[in-house]
Nanobody, 112 residues
Framework: QVQLVESGGGLVQPGGSLRLSCATS????????MGWYRQAPGKQRELVAT???????MYTDSVKGRFTISRNNAWTTIYLQMNSLKPEDTAVYYC??????WGQGIQVTVSS
């Protein structure tokens, strides 16, 4: 069973930065895409960013220029570097692999 474990969330002031990490037990041979999603209170879960096995990245418009998705060479961990954070970025962030497997989620709160 594939396991995804997120870390790095917390409370940060507006304009601050956080880096989320997601450790996966998925075999590198089975991964074709991984991504980050988020769900704010009372809202639907939305796609934040994805990274393909070939390295192609995609971002939702609201985070372009502020967030960066990356991975380590072994595909055992992906990251989401979040800069210039805004209160509207407050949400539970989820890691996903191959549009199938989910992490447990981690809270990110942007507030002064």
């Amino acid at each position: 069973q594939v396991q995804l474990v997120e870390s790095g969330g917390g409370l940060v002031q507006p304009g601050g930065s956080l880096r989320l990490s997601c450790a996966t037990s998925e075999s590198i041979f089975n991964i074709y895409i991984m991504g980050w999603y988020r769900q704010a209170p009372g809202k639907q879960r939305e796609l934040v960013a994805t990274i393909s096995k070939g390295g192609t990245t995609m971002y939702t418009d609201s985070v372009k220029g502020r967030f960066t998705i990356s991975r380590n060479n072994a595909w055992t961990t992906i990251y989401l570097q979040m800069n210039s954070l805004k209160p509207e970025d407050t949400a539970v962030y989820y890691c996903n692999s191959n549009y199938s497997h989910w992490g447990q989620g981690i809270q990110v709160t942007v507030s002064s």
